[in-house]
């Protein structure tokens, strides 16, 4: 098997699903076909594996140039302000810029959760924390405001007439 399509050799995988099948592999079986007069030999096999650490280079470890959003030795992490587009995939999810509706220039690449700031919350930042009130999604600094509220207490804003009314009062 190889990835790449210089070679014609059958049959031919992408590199994602060439790093798939060789993440779980396990063991390496040969298989010879023989006629009644005929021999066949393998000669000079062996498996090396290499680890980061003080030593001889392994020079046949693929050296990988990722693209924006992409970081790792095989392009297999999601960079800072990037997240994975579907969490449930893992590593084999694209990654894709965080949106945060200007709250926060970082999220959790692999939950794709926001480090929301101004007050917001929720996994894009697209909600105003408890204790306060506004559109979080206009992007300011300025859109969430304190609720005007005893403390402990959150509140909304009635859309009809933009009022805004306590809601969970302490007793």
Known sequence: LHDSTDYPWRPHVSHSD???LLQNLTAIKF????SERSAGFLDNVSLVTARRAPG?????VEQCTCPQGYQGQ???QCTLGFRRARPELGAFSSCE???????SDACNPNTGACDCQHNTAGLSCERCKDG???DATQGTSNDCQPCPCPAGATCAIVPSTREVVCTNCPP
């Open 18 to 20: 060439f790093q798939k």
């Open 31 to 34: 298989r010879g076909t023989y």
């Open 56 to 60: 001889v280079p392994a020079r046949w």
């Open 74 to 76: 095989h392009c297999e």
């Open 97 to 103: 810029p965080c949106s945060c509706n200007g709250h």
């Open 132 to 134: 306060f009130y506004g």
